[in-house]
């Protein structure tokens, strides 16, 4: 056999094809190999893009300081992002958005209410706020405080106020004065006794006439 025939018979390599689990953006066909280089650049571009989502923490979110684990909205911001990987960093900073946007949505809110109260709306608040708490047990004004956040509450308790300011105002045999000012009650409202209590924590008569007298200018 001539030279020339054992280079025709010799066996060719054969071609290393490209691995399924490579793209093919990471192989390079010259040297049949990844390029290793081009991955790291990969990851560490796709990490500063997401780095955020590295994982939820293995004990779970540090507590929300201001919020019990209970708060639904909270519970619901957790369960989402530990379903999407969440790292506690991003977590933490999610969260600071969501309270931001929160705080803005509920200050628009506030504002329309304020304005659906007309010129004057912060006295039409407290004259509300005052006659239920001169009105109502703690335990009820407690449960019913949060009327006076909308417009449509304080309406409401504006619309009960006429039917309580029609009892005679007196004090024993003393008549209560009228013509009295909602400063003017706010000052007796916290009057002091010579040794510095309050009067209508140690006078139930007392106690009883102030709310006769905040009755009187509701």
Not at 3 to 9: I, L, P, R, S, V
Not at 86 to 97: D, H, P
Not at 98 to 104: D, K, S, T
Request: proline letters at 3%; a negative charge; glycine letters at 6%.
């Amino acid at each position: 056999m001539t030279d020339e025939a054992a280079e025709t018979t010799e066996a060719t390599p054969e071609a290393i094809e490209r691995p399924d689990h490579v793209a093919e953006r990471f192989w390079d066909s010259e040297s049949n190999t990844a390029n290793y280089e081009n991955m790291g650049n990969a990851y560490n571009e796709l990490n500063s893009k997401f780095g955020g989502f590295t994982g939820s923490p293995k004990d779970g979110y540090a507590p929300i300081e201001g919020y019990e684990e209970s708060d639904a909205l909270l519970s619901v911001f957790t369960e989402y992002a530990a379903k999407i990987n969440m790292n506690q960093e991003a977590f933490s900073e999610g969260w600071a958005l969501l309270e931001a946007q929160i705080g803005v949505t509920a200050e628009v809110s506030k504002e329309n209410e304020l304005a659906a109260l007309g010129d004057n709306p912060q006295a039409r608040i407290d004259k509300a706020n005052n006659f239920l708490i001169n009105n109502l047990s703690k335990e009820a004004y407690d449960d019913m405080k949060d009327l006076v956040d909308t417009a449509r509450g304080v309406e409401l308790v504006e619309a009960l106020i006429p039917a309580t300011s029609q009892h005679k105002l007196s004090n024993g045999n003393e008549e209560v004065s009228t013509g009295l000012t909602l400063d003017e009650v706010n000052e007796a409202a916290f009057k002091k006794d010579e040794n510095g209590n309050l009067m209508r924590s140690v006078s139930k008569e007392y106690d009883d006439k102030i709310k006769a007298m905040y009755a009187k200018v509701s």
